[in-house]
């Protein structure tokens, strides 16, 4: 309960919501069949969110399947109560470590909601046709990304350098792989690693504590159980540049290590994030850019830059100059309001400060939960970095 206490905490107070809203306290509680419960009644307006936290994504991919669970991810979004159209504020998501599925609503649906989780989660058998269909929109995605952002492509062969996915397969998924993934495959992997045991349900917002809870009893406690995933472990080398494949490249990215959001070095690496970030967004003299994303993406930071047009030559000497300037940017020393800059770039994505909606609200709590992270020992750690725990952060990295 400690790390629910530090949420209540930094949801009541550092995100400055309503006395009303923080006089209702959170409530924690286990399913028998494993699901885990969070309801954090909070102010923001008529409205509520609740998250789904699956402890499963992208590492957990089978060999040979790549993309297994960014076809679950799709399939969470599908549509399951008749008459039914998915709202605009549905969202899914698959990170390495996770499968997110969040809805927001008017406070007064969200009993609503939580039925329609539980026809998500039923295990209802996946057709031929519905998976067909998701196969094409992955498929379809991951060739728009690719083909249109040539900075996240470098970023995804990056982070497959740091570490590579099994089976030869690539984050978000291979089109060969996902082409051949099976119905009877796809309905075996969400029942032994989809289960109530691998998920987490988060609610926040404004809402009737007690009738939520008797809603989630009642409606969650039948799921199955399933059982959470191996644990892979964290990434822990570094990558000096990879460029994107093909005869012409278009940008080149470096992927850096971070700590375990758990480590002593972690708040140190929290600084050199913001102010790798800041220096990418400076006087348009560095043509890089950062990208890091402390719990939707904690265990990679991202440096991209560009290659110059038509000139495919300049790819590996315009990393060279991003590796040379970003080494000199982290060896600096530690500027005093570098602390507080750093929280300001990065509390609300941490819960540390107030956050967009209840749905973010949502996500944050639910992540900092999974991740066993202390939001509120974190913002002590970031504001008590030392010269020495900065250097040693850079070294790591």
């Known amino acids: 309960m400690t790390a629910l206490r530090h949420v209540s905490i930094a949801l009541c107070l550092l995100a400055l919501l309503s006395a009303a809203g923080c006089e ?11 699901l885990r419960v969070d309801l954090l009644p909070a102010a923001h307006g008529d409205r509520a ?71 998500r989660l039923s295990g209802q058998p996946v057709t031929e046709a519905e998976l067909t269909r998701v196969r094409k929109m992955v498929v379809d995605e991951i060739a728009r990304a690719h083909e249109r952002d040539a900075a996240a492509t470098a970023m995804t062969r990056a982070a497959e350098a740091l570490r590579p996915s099994r089976g030869a397969g690539m984050r978000g998924g291979v089109a060969a792989d996902i082409g051949a993934i099976t119905p009877t495959e796809v309905d075996g992997f969400r029942r032994d690693h989809y289960g109530a045991a691998a998920a987490r349900l988060i609610v926040t917002g404004r809402f009737n504590v007690a009738d939520v809870e008797a809603r989630v009893r009642a409606a969650l406690g039948p799921l199955p159980a399933g059982k959470p995933p191996d644990v892979r472990a964290p990434a822990g080398a570094r990558v000096t540049g990879a460029l994107t494949t093909g005869d012409a490249p278009k940008a080149t990215a470096l992927a850096m290590a971070a700590p375990d959001v758990k480590d002593p070095l972690y708040p140190a690496f929290l600084v050199l994030a913001a102010r790798l970030a800041a220096a990418g967004e400076g006087d348009g003299a560095r043509s890089w850019k950062v990208d890091y994303a402390p719990l939707a993406r904690p265990d990679v930071l991202f440096v991209t830059s560009p290659v110059p047009a038509g000139l495919p030559q ?39 400060s107030a956050a967009v909606g209840p749905r973010d609200t949502a996500f944050a709590a639910g992540r900092l939960l999974q991740l066993g992270l202390d939001a509120k020992a974190l913002e002590r750690g970031v504001n008590a970095v030392t010269q020495q725990q900065l250097a040693a952060a850079a070294q790591a990295g």
Do not use: C, W
């Not at 209702?24 to 494993?34: E, I, M, S, T």
């Not at 609740?50 to 060999?63: C, I, K, M, N, T």
């Open 314 to 352: 300049q790819a590996e000497p315009a990393a060279e100059r991003m590796r040379t300037e970003v080494a000199a940017i982290v060896g600096a020393p530690l500027a005093p309001d570098e602390p507080a800059r750093a929280l300001a770039r990065f509390g609300a994505q941490l819960g540390i």
């Open 24 to 34: 209702k306290k959170p409530v924690a509680f286990r399913l028998d069949n494993g």
């Open 49 to 119: 969110a609740l998250v789904v936290l699956f402890d499963v994504g992208a590492d957990d991919d089978p060999p040979g399947r790549s993309g297994m669970t960014h076809v679950i991810e799709h399939l969470l979004s599908t549509s399951t109560r008749p008459g039914r159209t998915l709202a605009p504020t549905v969202a899914t998501q698959a990170g390495a470590d996770y499968t997110m599925y969040a809805s927001e609503v008017g406070g007064g649906r969200i009993t609503e909601e939580i039925d329609d989780v539980a026809l």
